[in-house]
């Protein structure tokens, strides 16, 4: 059974500082990793997605990959009120069985 | 929002009740999937349907019934619930089963008294 492990939190975090984000996953044959963001009440939301060893960035958002670990981590720069939510890690490497974790509560504070 | 509706957003039903879920997505996906998110708990994947094909069923009771009736429609038949199915169902979709970047409705919060 694959499983991904993340924080619940919440992970506070001062505006304009980076928020780090983490999670583990057990398949060591997973090639597809996702970070959603889900706001209070609202559908998760598709933020990143990584596939290769290393970091993708896109804008404030780099997600970092490291297979030998099993770890994908989510950095978001120049933190803002607006980027708190839960967001949720996932393991894609079948899009018909997508793994989620149980999701990270980030608190921006001003 | 986003191509992908759903109806009603809240529902509130006994557990004698019968009533149903509908999803539409105006994406031209042919996946689509029911999901189950209950509080503090991952999103847990109920079915999956492919070109209307039930391809995954995740061992869900059978008081959930799914229906596809062509690619940009899924509902999900709710009948004799139990209080614990209280949560939100979000219908997702994608291109198909080999594109992995799966698209959200707004959810049904569904409350069983």
């Known amino acids: 059974q694959k499983e991904v492990e993340q924080n619940s939190g919440p992970l506070s975090v001062p505006e304009g500082a980076i928020a780090s984000l983490n999670c583990t996953y057990s398949?060591?044959?997973?090639?597809?990793f996702f970070w959603y963001r889900q706001y209070s009440g609202k559908s998760p939301e598709l933020i990143m997605s990584?596939?290769?060893?290393g970091d993708k960035e896109d804008g404030r958002f780099t997600a970092q990959l490291n297979k030998a670990s099993q770890y994908v981590s989510l950095l978001i720069r120049d933190s803002q009120p607006s980027d708190s939510a839960t967001y949720l890690c996932?393991?894609?490497?079948?899009?018909?069985?997508?793994?989620f974790g149980s999701g990270t509560r980030l608190s921006i504070r001003p | 929002e986003t191509g992908v509706t759903q109806t009603p957003r809240h529902l509130v039903m006994g557990m004698t009740n019968k009533k149903s879920l509908k999803c539409e997505q105006h994406?031209?996906?042919?996946?689509m999937y029911w999901y189950k998110q209950s509080a503090k708990k991952p999103l847990e994947l109920m079915f999956v349907y492919n070109f209307k094909e039930q391809t995954e069923n995740n061992s869900v009771p059978s008081r959930f019934s799914p229906e596809c009736p062509n690619s940009s429609h899924l509902f999900l038949h709710l009948h004799t619930l139990q209080p614990e199915d209280s949560a939100l169902y979000l219908c997702?979709?994608?291109?198909?089963?080999?594109?992995?970047?799966?698209?959200f409705g707004p959810g049904t919060r569904l409350t069983v008294l």
């Open positions: 997702a979709s994608s291109q198909d089963l080999e594109t992995d970047t799966q698209y």
């Open positions: 398949d060591r044959v997973s090639q597809s």
């Open positions: 996932a393991d894609g490497s079948s899009a018909s069985k997508i793994i």
């Open positions: 994406l031209g996906h042919n996946a």
């Open positions: 990584i596939y290769s060893n």
